[in-house]
C-alpha cells in the first residue's frame, strides 16, 4: 500500500513538471513570435477597427483605421474625411486590438510617394500638416523621391497661377499628414 502511495506521489510530481515545462515553452514561444511583429503589421492586423488614435508630435488623429501601406496609414477621422499619415510621424498608437491576428487584408505595395502622386494627378486641393502639425493648404504639384512641393492656395480657391500665395517643399520626413478637402 505505502508503495502505491509512493508512486502515485512520483507520477503527479513528474506530471506537474510537466505542465511547467510546457507553460513555460508556450510563453517563450508566445515571446519569441511577439518580437518578430513590426508596427506595421500590427497595423494590418487591425484594418476596419474604429477608435484607433495616431499621437503625432502635439496632436491626436482618431477615428477608423481605413488602410495601410509600407509607410503610411488611412485613417477616417470622421465620414468621409480619410487623413493620410506617414508612419515615420507617427509617437504612438492606442486603440488596437490584442495580440495580432492574421492580417486577412493585402498590404499596399505603394509608398507614400505614390499615394501623393495620385493626389497631385487628381490637382486636389489639401492640406498638408508637418511633424509640429502646421497645416498649409494648396494643391501637389510635384512629388520628388523624398519630398513633396506643395503650390499654396487658399483651401476655397482653385489652383490658379493669380491664386497661388507661395510654394511649400516638404520633405517626406518632416510630414505628418496630408487631408483632401
Do not use: C, Y
Request: hydrophobic share 50%.
Amino acid at each position: 500500500m505505502r508503495w502505491d502511495r509512493l508512486f502515485e506521489d512520483l507520477e503527479a510530481q513528474l506530471g506537474l513538471e510537466d505542465a511547467r515545462e510546457l507553460s513555460s515553452e508556450v510563453a517563450d514561444r508566445t515571446r519569441r513570435e511577439r518580437a518578430l511583429l513590426d508596427l506595421h503589421t500590427r497595423l494590418l492586423a487591425n484594418v476596419g477597427s474604429a477608435g484607433v488614435a495616431l499621437r503625432l508630435p502635439g496632436r491626436v488623429l482618431a477615428g477608423k483605421l481605413v488602410d495601410v501601406g509600407p509607410d503610411w496609414a488611412l485613417l477616417e477621422t470622421a465620414p468621409e474625411r480619410p487623413v493620410l499619415v506617414a508612419l515615420g510621424a507617427v509617437r504612438a498608437v492606442s486603440g488596437l486590438g490584442p495580440g495580432a491576428r492574421t492580417a486577412s487584408v493585402v498590404a499596399k505595395r505603394f509608398a507614400l510617394g505614390a499615394a501623393l502622386r495620385a493626389l497631385s494627378r487628381d490637382r486636389a486641393v489639401v492640406e498638408v500638416a508637418d511633424l509640429d502639425g502646421r497645416p498649409a493648404t494648396g494643391t501637389i504639384d510635384v512629388v520628388g523621391a523624398d519630398h513633396l512641393e506643395l503650390a499654396e492656395h487658399a483651401a476655397d480657391e482653385s489652383r490658379r497661377a493669380a491664386n497661388v500665395t507661395g510654394r511649400l517643399l516638404v520633405p517626406f520626413w518632416s510630414l505628418g499628414s496630408v487631408r483632401r478637402l
